[in-house]
């Protein structure tokens, strides 16, 4: 079987043929393995311990925002489905972060860890203070799903199929390597160990099942490949305003005088 940069490059006119479902997931899953979030250096330099307390904090102020884009992207997929019963179904997912009865959602969840390091609630909320790449990577991702077929958008949100190793990752690194992390401050990673692989083998039976053309399979795995793209710029950006070369834009979170 070819992979999955092979197949994408084949163009109209050519002698590739559609792969079958199974085949689909191998090369999903082979983008994962090479363009997943979790191979960024941020993020080992998270896990590893290797980030002061400003730079933490820094992380869970502009990874807030995309936790509250989540469910208008949500909002906006849900938008483009005609079949009730799919709705119904996607719809667990909004709840999952802006929450239902008693359970307050994993933005909420997410607002307890940045409290928890020492970040006014108000301020989180505002946005005020995250970087310009995270805001612009985050609503790029609430317009391709709005804009693209159903197929593409959820298929965009595939990347879950990876989510709970970075999670186990990110609980494990930072109780270990931080004494400013407890473990009353991993709640939201916890929740979604149990929650993203419901949500997504929904996703993966529903491409499999209707992507079916070469184009259909090449639109999927570049949704995702879009996807993989709008989590890794946010990091980038991290890296770039509190890393190295370590220029903090102005007005973005400053830790020596915002923290």
Not at 139 to 155: N, S, T
Not at 231 to 259: C, E, N, S, T
């Amino acid at each position: 079987m070819m992979g999955w940069a092979e197949f994408l490059e084949a163009g109209a006119g050519t002698n590739v043929t559609a792969v079958t479902p199974d085949e689909l997931e191998a090369m999903i899953r082979g983008i994962g393995a090479e363009r997943y979030h979790n191979l960024h250096p941020f993020h080992k330099l998270l896990h590893g311990g290797e980030l002061n307390k400003g730079q933490v904090q820094a992380w869970a102020l502009n990874r807030y925002y995309y936790q509250a884009v989540i469910p208008r992207k949500d909002c906006a997929l849900m938008g483009t489905m005609h079949d009730r019963e799919m709705r119904r179904e996607w719809r667990a997912r909004y709840f999952d972060h802006d929450g239902l009865g008693e359970d307050d959602g994993g933005i909420e969840r997410w607002l307890t860890l940045t409290s928890a390091l020492g970040l006014d609630r108000d301020y989180v909320i505002s946005t005020k203070g995250i970087l310009s790449g995270t805001r612009h990577a985050c609503d790029a991702y609430v317009h391709f799903v709005h804009d693209k077929p159903l197929l593409e958008g959820i298929a965009s949100s595939l990347t879950e199929l990876f989510a709970p190793k970075i999670h186990s990752e990110r609980i494990a690194g930072m109780l270990e390597n931080y004494d400013f992390i407890d473990d009353s401050m991993m709640g939201y990673f916890r929740k979604r160990l149990t929650q993203a692989p419901r949500d997504v083998e929904f996703a993966l039976k529903y491409v499999k099942e209707n992507a079916r053309t070469v184009p259909e399979q090449q639109a999927s795995l570049r949704a995702l490949l879009f996807k993989t793209g709008v989590l890794w710029a946010q990091l980038d950006a991290l890296y770039g305003a509190y890393v190295a070369p370590g220029h903090i834009p102005p007005g973005a979170f400053d830790p020596a005088k915002d923290a």
